[in-house]
């Protein structure tokens, strides 16, 4: 984990290793997708265990449970509207599996598996797909009118048609990128500021302990907002498979 | 069920320090230059997605079927039982009300019944104070009216017995004088004396 050397190796975090020596390598089960299936347990253990004692008065658990359900569900029904119900299990699902890699991430020697941008493109190429197929189901062909808006000016279709498809397709790409380069872009500076103690530290003596306060201490309020980062990127990934999914469903 | 995933969730968890010695033991064992998550020449770069795919289906298998149903009944418990006890505690507002009001037309009808038993008695009352009295009144003027009467008898029978000693002296003196009596000139003489005073 520390720096070889003097170089700053901020990356090699993201390298991927066999998870369980031969285990993992005969099946190609990574260290990250074993942090993806320990988030796998822990949301299940959350929801299901947290509300199997069907309290009228709910435990912390069943209340962290309920108002995680509450609050997708808010959003979903927020900006589909009624019939959003459909896909609330969805965005669900995504929201936590995202918000878990995330957070997981964030404790000592664990994967962030939201920093690959394999992962979050896969993610998001998911929505993308789900979002085209529920469109098409609901709307037909007519789903291609997405790209022409009513009302606009026929002369400007060769200009508008372009845009609009474009926009369409650059959803997946900005979606994915948005969170694989905040997660990188924090584990990097934590990872560099972590350098930067022990290099400072292990330099100059005593005069080099106290400078290596200074890292140290930006490395704490830096944990700190990467948790939030971690809350907020899971919430807007969330928030826009919402919107994208009220655009397939009422077409603007 | 929750019993598989329990065990399931203590394994990961189980997991988790042998990923950590496995992630520092291996440092480097794919490495290649620049960041590793561009390296899609990597075999485990879209090995990790594919693995992916299968929790990621799992997860929302899960919460769809199970998790998320049983939050909801939850939910829907919570919310069906605060209404029931709302409803409940509504209907009970309602038996006070009605009985505060029954009690309050209970209490009204007792105070107009003692208020007209109070009238009653004093009515009544002063009937027989009235009667009381006026018989008194009767009594007194009777025993005024007998009282009055014996007045006038005794008056009478004194005025009978001052004729007869007016008489006996007047004849007394009309025998000193002329030495004889002559009683009924004298008796005649008195009464016409008495008559001409008003008192024969």
Same mark, same amino acid.
């Not at chain 1, 995680?68 to 900006?79: H, S």
């Not at chain 1, 309020?221 to 397939?248: K, P, R, W």
């Not at chain 2, 004849?171 to 003489?189: C, E, P």
């Given at each position: 984990?520390?720096?070889?050397?003097?170089?700053?190796?901020?990356?090699?975090?993201?390298?991927?290793?066999?998870?369980?020596? *031969?285990?993992?390598?005969?099946?190609?089960f990574s260290?990250?997708?074993?942090?993806?299936?320990?988030?796998? !347990?822990?949301?299940?253990?959350?929801?299901?265990?947290?509300?199997?004692?069907?309290? /009228?008065?709910?435990?912390?658990?069943?209340?962290?449970?309920?108002? !995680?359900?509450?609050?997708?569900?808010?959003?979903?029904?927020?900006?589909?509207?009624?019939?959003?119900?459909?896909?609330?299990?969805?965005?669900? #699902?995504?929201?936590?599996?995202?918000?878990?890699?995330?957070?997981?991430? &964030?404790?000592?020697?664990?994967?962030?598996?939201?920093s690959?941008?394999?992962?979050?493109?896969? &993610?998001?190429?998911?929505?993308?797909?789900?979002? =085209?197929?529920?469109a098409?189901? $609901?709307? !037909?062909?007519?789903?291609?009118?997405?790209?022409?808006?009513?009302?606009?000016?026929?002369?400007?279709?060769?200009?508008? /048609?372009?845009?609009?498809?474009?926009?369409?397709?650059?959803?997946?790409? #900005?979606?994915?990128v948005?969170?694989?380069?905040?997660?990188?872009?924090?584990?990097?500076?934590?990872?560099?500021?972590?350098?930067?103690?022990?290099? $400072?530290?292990s330099? *100059?003596?005593?005069?080099?302990?106290?400078?290596?306060?200074?890292?140290?201490?930006?490395?704490?309020?830096?944990?700190?907002f990467?948790?939030?980062?971690?809350?907020?990127?899971?919430?807007?990934?969330?928030?826009?498979? #919402?919107?994208?999914?009220?655009?397939?469903?009422?077409?603007? | 069920?929750?019993?598989?995933?329990?065990?399931?969730?203590?394994?990961?968890? *189980?997991?988790?320090?042998?990923?950590?010695?496995?992630?520092? @033991?291996?440092?480097?064992?794919?490495?290649?230059?620049?960041?590793?998550?561009?390296?899609?020449?990597?075999?485990?770069?879209?090995a990790q997605?594919?693995?992916?795919?299968?929790?990621?289906?799992?997860?929302?298998?899960?919460?769809?079927?199970y998790?998320?149903?049983?939050?909801?009944?939850?939910?829907?418990?919570?919310?069906?039982? /605060? @209404?029931? +006890?709302?409803?409940?505690?509504?209907?009970?507002?309602?038996?006070?009300?009605?009985?505060?009001?029954e009690?309050?037309s209970?209490?009204?009808?007792?105070?107009?019944?003692?208020?007209?038993?109070?009238?009653?008695?004093?009515?009544?009352?002063?009937?027989?104070?009235?009667?009381? #009295?006026?018989?008194?009144?009767?009594? &007194?003027? *009777?025993?005024?009216?007998?009282?009055?009467?014996?007045?006038?008898?005794?008056?009478?029978?004194?005025?009978?017995?001052?004729?007869q000693?007016?008489?006996?002296?007047? +004849?007394?003196?009309?025998?000193?004088?002329?030495?004889?009596?002559?009683? =009924?000139?004298?008796?005649?003489?008195?009464?016409?004396?008495?008559?001409?005073?008003?008192?024969?």
């Amino acid at each position: 984990m520390a720096a070889e050397g003097k170089a700053i190796d901020a990356l090699s975090q993201f390298e991927l290793a066999p998870f369980l020596g *031969a285990v993992g390598e005969s099946v190609r089960f990574s260290q990250s997708n074993a942090h993806m299936l320990l988030a796998f !347990g822990l949301i299940t253990a959350l929801m299901l265990w947290g509300t199997a004692r069907r309290a /009228i008065i709910p435990g912390r658990l069943q209340a962290l449970a309920e108002s !995680g359900y509450e609050f997708i569900y808010g959003i979903v029904e927020g900006q589909v509207g009624s019939e959003g119900k459909r896909y609330f299990p969805f965005v669900f #699902s995504i929201f936590m599996f995202v918000l878990f890699g995330n957070m997981l991430g &964030l404790l000592p020697f664990a994967f962030t598996y939201t920093s690959h941008i394999a992962v979050t493109f896969a &993610l998001a190429a998911l929505v993308f797909i789900v979002v =085209t197929v529920v469109a098409l189901a $609901i709307h !037909g062909t007519h789903f291609f009118s997405y790209f022409f808006p009513e009302g606009a000016p026929k002369a400007l279709a060769p200009l508008i /048609i372009p845009i609009e498809i474009i926009s369409y397709l650059s959803r997946p790409i #900005s979606l994915s990128v948005r969170l694989f380069a905040n997660m990188v872009a924090g584990h990097v500076m934590l990872k560099v500021f972590a350098t930067f103690v022990v290099m $400072i530290g292990s330099a *100059a003596g005593v005069l080099g302990l106290i400078g290596a306060v200074l890292p140290m201490a930006m490395n704490v309020a830096l944990v700190g907002f990467e948790i939030l980062v971690a809350f907020l990127q899971a919430y807007v990934f969330a928030i826009l498979t #919402s919107i994208y999914l009220h655009d397939a469903v009422h077409l603007h | 069920m929750t019993k598989t995933i329990r065990i399931a969730t203590l394994l990961s968890l *189980a997991a988790l320090p042998a990923m950590a010695q496995v992630a520092a @033991e291996h440092p480097g064992a794919t490495s290649s230059a620049g960041m590793p998550q561009l390296d899609f020449g990597n075999p485990w770069t879209i090995a990790q997605v594919v693995w992916m795919l299968i929790i990621f289906g799992a997860l929302y298998y899960v919460m769809a079927q199970y998790a998320l149903p049983q939050v909801a009944s939850v939910l829907e418990a919570r919310r069906a039982r /605060i @209404e029931g +006890d709302l409803e409940s505690a509504q209907a009970a507002k309602r038996q006070a009300d009605a009985a505060l009001a029954e009690h309050q037309s209970a209490t009204a009808k007792a105070r107009a019944e003692a208020q007209a038993a109070i009238a009653g008695a004093t009515q009544k009352a002063q009937a027989e104070a009235s009667a009381r #009295s006026e018989a008194l009144n009767a009594k &007194l003027a *009777a025993q005024i009216d007998a009282a009055e009467t014996q007045i006038a008898t005794a008056r009478d029978a004194a005025m009978g017995a001052l004729r007869q000693v007016a008489t006996d002296t007047a +004849d007394a003196l009309v025998t000193r004088l002329i030495g004889r009596s002559d009683s =009924t000139a004298v008796a005649a003489a008195v009464d016409r004396e008495l008559a001409a005073r008003g008192r024969g």
